[in-house]
């Protein structure tokens, strides 16, 4: 009489787990994974996005003097992520910090950005200028530090202009103010939980300058605290990808040797990670 075997209890690579213990490991190891996941983007938002900024930001710095030299920045609207000035905020220790054209999330991570529907600082007008609070270098981290009184210093193609501090308010308390010729600068409300923004509101006190008459619509991802819905099908791509890498791999480790494999893969796995990281990034509210 042949003997009724346990083999739906055991794992089926037939190395005598049971199959309980099996699934169990199975599950530990995919959180494991899970929370490795999470740690290494709380870390990249709060460490690696930081060196990524001062990288963009050096590389910046060198264009935008080069074409203030040569008479080439812009006078206006121009190319997204493009440098369109320089801010110093001496009371904070703000120095040579470069403003990109675009306020979308994407823009943001090379640093702080010019709302392209105003004009460019110096110019008549409000100008308004958004910059992060805790990710990405966190430029505008101590803005809330800044008290009526403090100058605010903006280097354009067209020279050198200066603000003066007058109104601290947030989205909930709107600055009243009605100078005509002003500077707003937005940031988060908080470093931990951005609930609404905070708007810093200076008056020109040095000459106006000329600037265009018609500036460009803005799009919905450009708005305070907006994050990039067009990042959402990216990182469900990239999400994807990294399973498949990751179900490759595991695969590919079985069938020859482990050690290789992995030394093979970690570089693809390194840079789907980073893209996700990237995307997943672009979701957060853009002042964050």
Not at 19 to 35: D, E, H, N, P
Not at 145 to 151: A, E, H, I, M, T
Not at 242 to 252: E, K, R, T
Request: some cysteine; hydrophobic content about 45%.
């Amino acid at each position: 009489m042949t003997a009724v075997t346990d083999q739906p209890t055991r794992a089926a690579s037939g190395d005598n787990v049971p199959y309980g213990v099996f699934v169990a490991r199975c599950i530990g190891t995919s959180l494991l994974l899970l929370a490795l996941l999470i740690l290494g983007f709380i870390g990249y938002l709060f460490g690696a996005s930081r060196i990524q900024e001062a990288s963009a930001q050096s590389r910046l710095y060198t264009t935008f003097a080069y074409e203030l030299g040569q008479d080439l920045g812009p006078l206006g609207p121009t190319k997204l992520g493009s440098p369109v000035a320089i801010l110093d905020i001496p009371s904070i220790g703000v120095r040579n910090l470069v403003v990109v054209e675009g306020t979308t999330a994407e823009q943001l991570t090379a640093g702080p950005g010019h709302l392209r529907n105003t004009p460019l600082p110096g110019q008549e007008g409000l100008s308004v200028i958004f910059g992060r609070r805790a990710t990405f270098g966190a430029p505008f981290a101590r803005l809330a530090d800044l008290r009526p009184g403090d100058l605010i210093h903006a280097i354009t193609q067209q020279g050198k202009s200066t603000y003066k501090v007058v109104a601290i308010g947030d989205s909930q308390h709107p600055v009243k103010d009605t100078d005509l010729n002003r500077l707003a600068l937005l940031t988060a409300s908080s470093p931990d939980i951005p609930a609404y923004y905070l708007e810093i509101d200076a008056d020109l006190t040095s000459k106006v300058n000329n600037g265009y008459v018609r500036l460009p619509a803005i799009g919905p991802a450009e708005q305070a605290m907006a994050g990039d819905s067009n990042a959402l099908v990216l990182t469900m791509v990239w999400g994807l990808a990294l399973v498949l890498v990751g179900i490759g791999g595991a695969v590919a480790a079985a069938r020859w040797s482990g050690w290789p494999v992995y030394v093979v893969l970690a570089p693809a796995v390194l840079a789907v990670i980073w893209n996700l990281y990237e995307n997943l990034a672009a979701l957060l509210p853009n002042l964050y």
